[in-house]
Every structure is written in structure tokens, then in C-alpha cells.
């Protein structure tokens, strides 16, 4: 399988010829989820869910994953292509075997209501949580690491690290962090985390 970081959230994995995208959001690349056989999404936020895209790679011959209030918006015009699932469900997408994990997304702050995110554990390999620090119910080999959002600081992130003891944790959520920041962010979590850290660009693989 081969990994692909777009950017912030997004990323695109690959096998047998058919490609999986998760969370094409507004941040990233236009053409993130260009050609994609399957569309997971985590929940709603535009930086993780960026309608019109979403429409095209369905009208491309895509099939989407996501929660409800994500299906509620796009599920009409695309009768059979647009799956509700949650917590606990596991299904087949376009070759790829995902499992959901989590219900709600991270607190941003208590006055603020939460909304519902899932996280998705690819071919038990590759877990993506969304916004939220949920530890799946199974051994993890490589985890997408939100580094940075108005509800985490680096102490949760690493203890998350710790927590999920993944092989390899690849960033994401990271489009807000200035290049300033990021050696630091990379020393601490390389360095307490427990895992092999890594960073990848916009563009860049890994080959899984």
C-alpha cells in the first residue's frame, strides 16, 4: 500500500490499482480526491469535508464513507453511493477493509457543542482518527497524527502517540503550523513519543 500526504488532513492511499481518500477538505489540493474509487470522511468541518469536491469524485464514479450529518448533505443526488456508518461498523471500500472507531469529535472548548467524528482503521494498518485522539481497539502500524488544532496542545499529542504505540506516526492536521514550529514540534514528539516520527510535504509518499 502506498501513502500519500496532501494537505493538512487529507491522504490518499493506494493498492491493486484503486485508491482511497480521506477527508478531502477545503485547505488542500482542489484535485485531492481526483480519480478516487472511495471517499472516507470523519465529520463535518470544511477543513476535513469540502463539498463540491466530494460531489465531483462521486459524479467521477466515486462511493463515500462517512457519518450522517456529512451523508444528510450529499446522499440525495447519489442514490446507493453515499454509506452511513459509525462506531464499531467495518465494510470494504474498493478493496481496502476499514474499521470505524470513535463517536465524537475532540473539545474545542466546554461552551461549544460536540459533534460526531469517526476515525478509520485502513486494512488494520493506517488509522486515521479525524479530529479527535481516539485510540482504536486494535494494534496500529501507522498513525496519522493531528499535530495541531484549537483542541489539542503538544502534551495530548504525545501522550496519543504513547498511547496508540504505532510503528510510525505520520503528521497531519498541520496546515496552521508555521515552519517555525514544526522542528519543534518534531523533536518533541520524536523524541518523547515513543514511535518513529514522520513529516511528509504535500506530494510525498511512503510506501507501506
Known amino acids: 500500500m502506498r501513502l500519500t500526504k496532501k494537505t493538512h488532513s487529507c491522504v490518499r492511499l493506494e493498492k491493486d490499482g484503486a485508491t482511497l481518500v480521506i477527508d478531502p477538505g477545503a485547505f488542500g489540493e482542489p484535485d485531492a480526491a481526483a480519480g478516487a474509487d472511495a ?12 463539498e463540491g469536491r466530494v ?15 456529512v451523508a444528510g448533505a450529499i446522499s440525495a443526488a447519489f442514490p446507493g453511493r453515499v454509506r ?10 474498493a478493496g481496502f ?22 476515525g478509520f482503521l485502513v486494512d488494520g494498518s493506517v488509522f486515521h482518527p479525524g479530529d479527535a485522539l481516539t485510540v482504536p481497539g486494535a494494534p496500529v502500524d501507522v498513525l496519522m497524527l493531528p499535530v495541531h488544532a484549537p483542541w489539542n496542545k503538544i502534551s495530548e499529542v504525545i501522550d ?7 510503528r510510525r506516526a505520520v503528521d497531519i492536521h498541520d496546515a496552521l503550523l508555521t515552519e517555525l514550529a514544526r522542528p519543534i514540534y518534531d523533536t518533541h514528539i520524536g523524541n518523547l ?10 506530494g510525498e509518499r511512503l510506501d507501506l
Open 39 to 50: 471517499v472516507l470522511i470523519t465529520h463535518e468541518h470544511p477543513d476535513h469535508f469540502d
Open 55 to 69: 460531489r465531483a469524485a462521486l459524479a467521477a464514479g466515486a462511493e463515500v464513507w462517512t457519518l450522517g450529518s
Open 84 to 93: 452511513t456508518v459509525g462506531h464499531g461498523d467495518t465494510f470494504t471500500a
Open 97 to 118: 477493509e476499514v474499521q470505524v472507531h470513535g463517536e465524537l469529535h475532540a473539545v474545542i472548548h466546554p461552551d461549544l457543542p460536540r459533534i460526531t467524528n469517526v
Open 160 to 166: 496519543y502517540v504513547r498511547e496508540v504505540r504505532p
Open 193 to 202: 513519543g515513543g514511535a518513529e516520527h514522520t513529516r511528509l510535504a504535500p
